[in-house]
């Protein structure tokens, strides 16, 4: 704890943190001592995780953010579309009552179980190959199957039962306080709000790069014939023309979805090296491990060690499981499955076919299996893996960062399951406390709804949790998540795809995102500043601070 202590008290002076200073006096000795240590922080999760932001969409961070204009918030299509700004109001809708506040979830499960029921009777209770078919002739004809008549299909049956009516009316209700149209005036604030974060970024990472250095990498990626497939030779090109950073003292191992060794299981590889950006899905992509790897070596002393171990598509509820819950529910678990069993046993009796009820979900998960058994390898030789690792100093276990949660949004005992990953990953290192920063599913960009849903009320429930209390914090990535980069749609039905307006959007959108909804548009202005955030959090508690989400919890 000593070692902690002197961060402590570094970080105060070097990084401005908001601690609470304590009185230490450490020797000349014990100070180099903590300077020598292999600080190694490990890195999980899943696709947000593995990561796959160009360098090239960075240029977002060189601009004013793109607000669109107001006239998108009215605009509609005939059905749900979730493209539509219009449409998102039934996520940020608010009013005075529980009850109102509750009702556009309910809204969008109606139309989910609506789209269920109606392909269960095109399909038949026995999937795509039938033995029996509900259809009734006066349904009218039965459409084909297939997305491209199934989807007009379903929407016409959703709007037949007027749940898009219902829907419109939630939205337009007096009640609602946050109508489209205020929302966003409040998504235009977004940037004012989080200003001090975006400047030290901007410092960090781009240190005076102007917008047309990003044309110039632009041009000079495109000049060469296969842009470079080496992570070293296209990490130097980037530092070159807008001033990206590599990494100093801080090093990196990956295993799973990144390009390197193949392992011989499914999308696993391995690769190592000097942390810079590279080391996401492919050579040319970044995840938070960029980021949170140059933010946190500026905050620390010594070198620094990475392991990051991520897979796409991956829950905490079966591929992530871990020991304690390899023969064992949580109580949630077991509630929600038996309820779902009772259901489907009564659903099933009243139309006379046969149920087969959910068993409990048993076994240790692939994806902790292959992930523990790498990180034992990593810290059974360490200097294998950083150059400056001193076997006599030894290393800091200094903590674990966690980014998943989009597979579990339906998995009501996350945060239960949580805390058991927590418990167990700290007892597979052998340190008890180990600081661990969850990064929440931010999705959204409405601070009421932070904490909404399984996984982000869940992360909240294992901060608080009484075992782990004051050693796990959680970055806020809602107030950093960037919606107007996925409002072409919207734009382009209010102006038209000729207007100089639309055209506008979809020169800053296609600049700004690496791909469309997924992965957070692949931004890298969202990553840069989660991953800053990340490290913030970790050097906070690494140095012995309280968690920093506890007080922004208080205002949602």
């Not at 591929?319 to 509630?335: D, H, Q, Y």
């Not at 107030?479 to 639309?502: I, N, Q, R």
Request: aromatic share 10%; charged share 25%; glycine share 8%.
């Amino acid at each position: 704890m000593k070692n902690r202590a002197y961060l402590h008290k570094s970080l105060l002076l070097s990084a401005g943190l908001a601690l609470l200073a304590t009185s230490v006096s450490l020797t000349a000795s014990e100070k180099a001592e903590s300077e020598k240590k292999l600080k190694i922080v490990f890195l999980m999760g899943q696709s947000n995780m593995v990561g796959y932001s160009h360098p090239l969409t960075a240029w977002y961070l060189t601009q004013p953010m793109y607000v669109p204009p107001p006239e998108v918030a009215t605009a509609k299509s005939r059905y749900y579309n979730p493209d539509y700004f219009y449409w998102k109001g039934l996520d940020f809708a608010s009013g005075n009552s529980a009850e109102f506040n509750a009702r556009g979830k309910a809204l969008k499960a109606e139309r989910s179980a609506s789209r269920a029921h109606w392909r269960k009777l095109v399909y038949g209770n026995f999937g795509r190959n039938p033995t029996r078919n509900d259809w009734l002739p006066e349904y009218g004809p039965a459409p084909k199957t297939g997305t491209k008549t199934m989807y007009p299909f379903l929407d016409k049956k959703a709007e037949e039962e007027g749940i898009y009516k219902r829907m419109v009316e939630h939205i337009e209700s007096p009640e609602n306080k946050r109508h489209p149209k205020e929302a966003i005036k409040d998504l235009s604030k977004r940037d004012e709000l989080i200003a001090d974060d975006i400047k030290r970024v901007r410092d960090v990472f781009l240190k005076g790069t102007k917008p047309e250095d990003f044309d110039r990498l632009n041009e000079a990626l495109s000049a060469k014939k296969n842009s470079p497939k080496d992570r070293a030779a296209f990490a130097e090109l980037v530092r070159e023309h807008v001033n990206l950073p590599i990494a100093e003292r801080t090093r990196i191992t990956v295993l799973g979805e990144v390009s390197g060794k193949p392992t011989g299981f499914k999308k696993d590889h391995v690769t190592q090296g000097v942390l810079s950006v590279g080391y996401g899905k492919h050579t040319q992509a970044s995840g938070p491990e960029y980021a949170f790897g140059i933010s946190f070596e500026r905050l620390v002393d010594g070198p620094v060690l990475i392991v990051k171990c991520a897979w796409g598509g991956t829950s905490v509820h079966v591929p992530w499981r871990p020991p304690s819950l390899a023969n064992a529910e949580t109580p949630i678990e077991k509630a929600t499955r038996e309820a779902k069993n009772k259901a489907g046993a009564e659903e099933a009796k009243k139309a006379k076919v046969a149920f087969t009820p959910k068993q409990p979900q048993t076994g240790t998960g692939k994806c902790w299996e292959r992930a523990m058994a790498y990180v034992q390898k990593v810290l059974a030789d360490p200097g294998k893996y950083h150059p400056d690792y001193d076997p006599k100093a030894g290393v800091e276990l200094a903590g674990l960062v966690w980014f998943q949660g989009w597979n579990d949004l339906g998995n009501p005992a996350y945060g239960e399951q949580l805390v058991h990953f927590v418990k167990d990953f700290r007892k597979e290192v052998k340190e008890p406390e180990l600081p661990v920063v969850c990064g929440l599913v931010g999705h959204s960009s409405w601070a009421p709804t932070t904490f909404d849903g399984n996984v982000n009320s869940g992360m909240l429930y294992a901060s608080k949790h009484a075992d782990l209390k004051g050693s796990v914090d959680i970055v806020n990535t809602v107030k950093y998540y960037p919606p107007e980069l996925g409002l072409k749609t919207s734009v382009k039905a209010v102006f038209g795809e000729e207007s100089d307006e639309y055209k506008k959007a979809e020169q800053i959108i296609n600049r700004s995102c690496s791909n469309s909804g997924l992965h957070y548009f692949g931004s890298a202005k969202f990553l840069f500043l989660t991953g800053d955030a990340m490290a913030r959090s970790m050097a906070n508690l690494v140095a012995g601070g309280e968690p920093m989400i506890h007080r922004e919890a208080e205002g949602c």
